[in-house]
């Protein structure tokens, strides 16, 4: 009799734990732990209350619940695979594993699996063509937008004009931070200036030698693809070589309030590029109070709300939740495959109509994907830091990448990777 | 003398200040090597955890308040007070001396007499446990700590520099700080290890457990001690990184930076820690502004590496170490 009622424990116990059949899975390769955990938390925060708000708020989506699978990658390449295999059954319907590395190996093996890849300012920039990367989407930015951004920028704070100039680009010497360089050395023949390329090994907690080069050097202005603590030794080392703050300029992995704060006053006037909007002035966050943090069902301690990063992971899952509308008025049914929701990625549009909507007005570019562009219009804001008020400012509105430029590199590396895979182009 | 020439001499300074900062984490593995023959893998963890519960108390940070919110659905996060840098840095080596006590109770005491493989093997475990309970205790946001030391450069040797050669040098007044630090720590320990009837036991030890353990000398006691005293260089070494780069979790990774001087200084030799690291600091910068540029730059995590084992290929036991002969 014990046996039978422990038994019966343990399978409701199972089943109680277990998703309904119908729910929509969405896995969260996250990182909470190891020297990423700083960024990986608000994001990984961000992404699962925003799917907690539809589901208090609205019952989910289309009338089915969304239950986040979370699998610690720790921002390793070898677990973030890991981590997808062993979340991949029983309906994943997409990925987002905050992770260039990760991406790299998921690319083939989503494809195989026919599980969409959602990879927002990271991952494989050529995966914009839709044409040879069906199963990925990395709208509405990417890499190489973020650069050629930068670089637009600094034409317009110079007339146009960067002849002679020099710019150091300090990147994380990974597969992540080496994406800029092509794009940064096409644009610096286009404009006439010099790209001083400056590497810093992971994790970046010392850069002595990097900064000291970069005070011989005399760079116009630096450039920097960081992450984690890199970016925050960075900024202090430019601080203590009286380097100006407002000619350093990051990446948007490389403007959190975690990459400012430590150097305090010494920070103040950092640029960073950004995907989207920022503070608190968005509707959105009061639902995320009311029916997430004071609910009780925050994904964290619900004190990183409204953070750069937060935003990020919450804007992450606002376009995929998107894309499941999509995917459920496209197949006419609330309970999506993969398969289904890949089509919803594709044929998908926000608005900035829609956007106002759902609480976030001019927060993000809008946009609107086809089989052939999985990228987006690739725009993006720069953003400021105010170190006494301890807060990021918007100082442009968007500004659009220079496509003439980065088309040719997008097509010329798709072209590549469908050759060494037999990839045969969609989309005629 | 030409431009370039100065800017290797300033590099040279810089990595023999960066070399300091290495010294300052070698030197807590060293104290316990020297006294247990145990290489503590938890010395990198030991600094990060020491930092964290400096900002912790200093920011008046309520400790596991992510899980008693939890449990009693709670949102206590801080008392509203805060605490001086000062009282705060005496605190937490409190808490470190504590913790030395409960590694003695809960894992040496019951090791004694094992293989040094089972003792490391127990110091890995005592890392990745303190790596979460730190985490669970005070949160794995960034945090920055400012106990006020002065950070950036130091415009009086520029300006000298500057009128003298016509090249200012850059030095971060951080990493003087550092320097005069660690110099104290060093004369501290000397004197302690000299003068003091526990130093004295503590080299006891260290040359001979069993003979020590003849003439009284308690090795419970003297475990606590070491380990007081390697918590509280930790603690040294998290304020000094962590007032550079924040305080998180890339904190603990610093003892990588340790590892290579501890190979080239010696792993029982204090005054070694201090060389090994100014050599290894000046090496790696050297190299990489030297041969850096040829190979695409970003050589200092391995070049400290291959120059350690270039001076074990020559001197096995470190510049320092001592040399072990075994008689068959």
């Known amino acids: 009799m014990k046996k039978a009622l422990a038994a019966l424990a343990a399978a409701t116990m199972l089943m109680t734990s277990m998703p309904a059949s119908a729910d929509l899975i969405v896995p969260n390769l996250s990182y909470r732990t190891g020297p990423y955990a700083p960024g990986g938390i608000p994001y990984a925060d961000g992404f699962n209350d925003y799917f907690t708000l539809l589901n208090q708020r609205d019952g989910g989506i289309g009338g089915e619940k969304v239950v986040i699978r979370e699998c610690e990658t720790a921002y390793n390449t070898e677990k973030g695979v890991e981590c997808y295999e062993a979340t991949k059954g029983g309906g994943a319907l997409v990925y987002n594993p905050l992770s260039t590395g990760i991406t790299y190996q998921l690319i083939p093996k989503t494809a195989a699996d026919g599980i969409p890849l959602y990879t927002p300012g990271y991952g494989r920039t050529s995966a914009a063509n839709g044409k040879v990367f069906e199963w990925v989407f990395n709208y509405p930015s990417n890499y190489w937008d973020a650069a050629s951004v930068a670089i637009r920028y600094l034409l317009n704070e110079n007339k146009g004009d960067l002849k002679g100039k020099k710019i150091a680009l300090v990147y994380h010497n990974s597969a992540y931070g080496k ?117 009780g069902k925050a994904s964290g301690a619900g004190d990183q709300v409204g953070s750069v990063l937060y935003s990020r992971g919450m804007y992450a899952a606002l376009v995929i939740s998107e894309a499941i509308r999509k995917a459920q008025a496209i197949s006419g049914k609330a309970a999506i495959t993969a398969a289904d929701l890949r089509n919803g990625f594709e044929q998908l549009e926000i608005t900035e109509a829609r956007m106002a909507e759902l609480g976030l007005p001019k927060f993000g570019q809008p946009f609107k994907a086809t089989c052939a562009d999985h990228g987006g219009p690739g725009a993006a804001l720069i953003q400021q830091w105010d170190a006494k008020a301890k807060k990021w400012s918007l100082v442009t509105d968007f500004i659009a990448p220079d496509d003439d430029v980065l088309t040719p590199l997008i097509m010329e590396d798709s072209a590549a990777y469908a050759k060494e895979n037999n990839i045969a182009e969609r989309c005629k | 003398m030409p431009e370039t020439v100065f800017y290797a001499l300033e590099v040279m300074l810089n990595g023999l200040m960066a070399g300091i900062m290495y010294a300052l984490v070698a030197l807590g593995f060293v104290l316990i090597f020297k006294a247990s023959g145990i290489f503590n893998y938890a010395q990198g963890v030991l600094a990060l955890f020491a930092a964290l519960t400096l900002v912790g108390i200093m920011e008046g940070q309520v400790p596991f308040a992510h899980l008693i919110n939890a449990i009693f659905g709670t949102s206590f996060h801080t008392f509203g007070f805060k605490v001086p840098a000062l009282v705060a840095i005496l605190i937490t080596a409190a808490i470190m001396t504590l913790l030395a006590v409960l590694v003695e109770r809960y894992i040496l005491k019951h090791l004694v007499n094992q293989e040094p493989i089972i003792l490391f093997m127990a110091t890995i475990g005592l890392a990745y446990f303190l790596e979460g309970f730190g985490d669970v205790m005070w949160g794995s946001d960034l945090k920055s700590l400012d106990v006020g030391l002065p950070k950036g450069i130091d415009e009086t040797i520029e300006s000298l520099t500057s009128d003298w050669f016509g090249y200012g040098f850059f030095i971060d007044r951080l990493d003087i700080v550092a320097a005069i630090v660690a110099a104290l720590l060093v004369a501290a320990l000397t004197l302690f290890s000299q003068y003091s009837k526990q130093g004295r036991a503590l080299r006891a030890v260290a040359d001979d457990h069993q003979a020590a353990l003849s003439v009284g000398i308690s090795l419970r006691f003297i475990w606590v001690l070491v380990w007081s005293i390697a918590g509280i260089v930790a603690l040294v ?27 080239l200084g010696g792993f029982t030799s204090i005054p070694g820690a201090i060389v090994g690291g100014l050599i290894i600091g000046m090496g790696e910068k050297l190299f990489e502004f030297l041969i850096g540029p040829l190979v695409g730059g970003a050589t200092e995590n391995w070049f400290a590496y291959v120059l350690a084992l270039v001076f074990l290929v020559f001197r096995p036991q470190g510049l320092f170490g001592e040399r072990i002969i075994e008689r068959v």
Do not use: C
């Not at chain 1, 990051?250 to 305090?264: R, Y």
């Not at chain 1, 909007?277 to 995320?288: A, K, L, R, W």
């Open chain 2, 237 to 263: 070494a998290g304020i000094m990184w962590g007032s550079k780069s924040g305080v998180q979790f890339s904190l603990s990774l610093i003892a990588l930076k340790a590892l290579p001087v501890l190979m």
């Open chain 1, 179 to 295: 994406e800029p360089i092509r794009t940064l050395t096409e644009l610096s023949k286009k404009h006439g200036f010099t790209l001083v390329q400056v590497p810093v090994d992971h994790p970046g907690q010392e850069q002595k030698s990097q900064w000291l080069q970069i005070r011989r050097e005399k760079p116009d202005y630096v450039v920097m693809w960081g992450w984690g603590v890199m970016n925050a030794v960075a900024i202090q080392e430019a601080a203590n070589i009286n380097y100006p703050m407002k000619n350093f300029i990051g990446v948007w992995w490389s403007g959190s309030e975690n990459d400012v704060l430590p150097a305090g006053m010494g920070a103040d006037g950092y640029k960073s590029l950004a995907m989207h909007g920022t503070g608190m002035d968005y509707p959105v966050y009061q639902d995320i109070k009311k029916y997430v943090i004071d609910a």
